[in-house]
């Protein structure tokens, strides 16, 4: 007997060899078992997640000699020429190929001839939604009053481009697209039923490159069985797929952490030297951060991640690496370096820029608040009132007659702010991501005593009410005091976005603020 490839060998040939999908196999098992059969069913999801599958183990639920009944015996006639793919009683009718009015009219046609052998004469139509309108339009005159021998199912990977016509008159099943922990699974039974020495994390590996398509799974395992020389390797998975291994995703992640650029760009080169796919690479970047947040607001929920365990604790363990807000302006930063991408037509350069960004090492602010001396500072202002209580009245007076201290007296220029803006906004980076993020966007346009005024676009309202929380403008607030080496208060203000060339935004800002304020520039 000639070779049969996985995909068909190991599909699915009665409701409980059928995965991920068992709300729909509960409901088909009982409209059986309670003789309630529609006569049209639409069954919708992606590629590869068991649609026409299913629908041939309902027609052979329907057909066999024991049916209908949710267990075919699989060795009457019905059952085997049903899973031979030749049966006169089921038709299958691929609708990308046959669009048109008259192959819709011939169906029509033979719809009211009786079944062969078995009860019923199923039609099982794939990518439905191919058929022409007029094609529809002829499906619907059958569908309104179908003969009772006759059982529709419809099978589609895009049901939004189904009439509504057609949609009221089925029933519809939305299979899911399969968990990756079920994709494993599968591949497990297979690789043990092959004799297949194969290490557990290539199941990982085959699953996460099928994206939820069980078919795309087999496949994969087939290809890399062909490939491999006796025992399959994690170098034959990405030699295959030109994928990228979970190592490198963390070793680059925790180059982010750390702020090791050189770091990050030496793994980028070996996985550009390794042949990789830098598209499939950036995907999995993008999805491995995602999992980081996923990891870091659940402790690594296993049902959430759909990762193995071993996968779900490492990712745990990093994520303690990167605040919330950090990982939120990785995604944004990684997912606009794909936007670039098709800008430019090429993605090593914009890969490249993204990490060094992400990567640079950034300067720490040394915390301005609870240490030692500051704590003392504290502790003898809170004592003063007590302290000049007990000083006789002519030292009270004398006290008084003493000038202010000298921060009293302290006026800050403008020009002094601006000269460490950038500076402050990459001490920003290294503290919290977002403060820094929303920063970019602002610039400060007027000082007067120890009050400085930040000015934002007035498209930019939210950006204002981050920055003026209590916490981050304290943090704002200590972060320039240090570069300053004075107090400082801030004030965050909108003004209008001028029009203007794009390097000159900055000055915009500057003159709307002024123009604003009735100020100018020192």
Not at 288 to 308: C, E, Q, T, W
Request: glycine share 4%; net charge neutral; with cysteine.
């Amino acid at each position: 007997m000639s070779y049969v490839v996985f995909a068909r060998k190991w599909r699915p040939q009665k409701f409980d060899e059928v995965v991920g999908q068992d709300h729909i196999v509960t409901t088909l098992k009982n409209a059986i078992l309670k003789d309630r059969l529609a006569y049209a069913y639409l069954f919708a999801g992606s590629k590869g997640i068991g649609k026409t599958s299913t629908a041939r183990i309902f027609a052979k639920s329907l057909n066999c000699v024991n049916g209908p009944t949710v267990e075919p015996c699989q060795k009457c006639a019905s059952c085997v020429e049903i899973t031979e793919a030749r049966s006169m009683d089921v038709i299958e009718i691929d609708g990308a190929s046959n669009t048109g009015v008259d192959n819709i009219r011939e169906l029509r046609e033979n719809a009211k001839f009786s079944p062969v052998n078995g009860r019923y004469k199923v039609y099982i139509i794939d990518e439905v939604h191919m058929l022409s309108d007029s094609a529809f339009n002829a499906l619907l005159k059958i569908l309104e009053e179908p003969p009772q021998h006759v059982k529709f199912i419809f099978a589609t990977t895009h049901p939004h481009k189904i009439p509504p016509t057609i949609l009221s008159r089925c029933q519809r099943f939305d299979f899911n697209r399969i968990s990756t922990l079920g994709i494993i699974e599968q591949l497990k039974r297979i690789a043990a039923a092959e004799n297949l020495n194969i290490d557990k994390e290539i199941f990982f590996a085959i699953a996460r490159a099928s994206e939820g398509s069980m078919r795309d799974a087999e496949s994969i395992l087939d290809q890399l069985v062909s490939f491999s020389k006796g025992k399959v390797s994690m170098d034959d998975v990405t030699t295959v797929l030109g994928s990228v291994g979970d190592d490198a995703l963390f070793d680059i992640a925790d180059s982010v952490a750390k702020g090791d650029s050189p770091r990050a760009l030496a793994a980028l080169d070996k996985i550009i030297n390794e042949g990789r796919d830098l598209a499939n690479f950036l995907q999995n970047l993008i999805s491995h951060f995602r999992n980081l947040m996923v990891a870091k607001i659940s402790s690594a929920d296993k049902g959430l991640l759909d990762l193995p365990d071993e996968i779900c604790a490492r990712l745990l363990e990093q994520s303690k690496e990167f605040s919330l807000n950090e990982l939120f302006s990785i995604f944004n930063l990684l997912v606009n370096t794909h936007d670039v991408s098709k800008r430019l037509n090429t993605l090593k350069i914009p890969i490249e820029i993204a990490l060094v960004k992400l990567a640079y090492p950034k300067k720490k602010v040394e915390p301005r608040i609870n240490t030692p001396k500051r704590e003392k500072e504290q502790a003898v202002s809170a004592d003063a009132p007590r302290q000049e209580q007990k000083k006789p009245p002519s030292e009270v007076k004398a006290a008084q007659a003493q000038p202010g201290p000298a921060e009293d007296t302290v006026h800050i220029d403008c020009s002094s702010v601006l000269s460490v803006w950038q500076e402050l906004i990459m001490r920003m980076e290294k503290i919290k991501m977002s403060i820094a993020t929303y920063l970019r966007e602002s610039m400060p346009v007027a000082a007067k005593g120890r009050l400085v005024t930040i000015a934002l676009p007035k498209d930019l309202g939210f950006h204002k009410e981050v920055l003026e929380k209590k916490e981050n403008r304290a943090i704002i607030e200590n972060g320039l005091q240090d570069l300053l080496k004075h107090n400082v208060h801030l004030d965050f203000t909108l003004v209008e976005r001028k029009q203007s060339e794009p390097d000159k935004e900055s000055e915009a800002l500057i003159q709307s603020a002024l123009d604003t304020f009735g100020g100018k520039i020192v």
